[in-house]
């Protein structure tokens, strides 16, 4: 079990609404190897270094995101992109803490497939974006 930050417990203790779900995702998350701190003011859960996974409350649920959610397994279509361009990020919500115990196994085998990617060394392959057009004043300017 890994060591709990001290941030991270700071940080749940101001969430009112969803300190249970968050507490309950922590002990998912402490079972593992991923190593707790609090990155971009939210927890995060890191792998030899390499930032795997975020838990956060949203307006109406709690999610366990993914970074590199694009590369894990999801027969099941539980994961979701974050929004219309994500192109990395996954992540799956949760609606209470007996729907967290419900689907711990569930959540277990996302965090150590995020695990295994990690380990593997597994990189995003990022579509080119489209060449830049530059206006003419640019490219003729030096």
């Known amino acids: 079990m890994s060591p709990r930050h001290p941030d991270v417990t700071a940080f749940i203790a101001r969430q ?6 968050l507490t309950a995702l922590r002990a998912l998350l402490l079972q593992t190897e991923l190593v707790e701190t609090l990155k971009w003011r939210q927890p995060c859960y890191t792998h030899n270094g390499g930032n795997v996974v975020m838990i956060y409350a949203l307006k109406d649920t709690v999610a366990m995101g993914f970074l590199k959610g694009v ?14 361009n ?8 949760v609606e209470g803490v007996a729907d ?3 689907r711990r196994d569930i959540l277990l085998a996302y965090i150590n497939a995020a695990i295994a990617v990690a380990d593997a060394g597994l990189k995003v392959a990022f579509p080119q974006k489209d060449a830049l057009v530059y206006p003419n004043e640019w490219l003729n300017s030096h």
């Open 16 to 21: 009112g609404r969803f300190q249970a779900e």
């Open 71 to 84: 590369l894990l397994p999801d027969p099941e279509g539980n994961l979701r992109a974050p929004g219309a």
């Open 86 to 93: 994500s192109q990395s990020s996954r992540w799956i919500g």
């Open 100 to 102: 967290i115990a419900a």
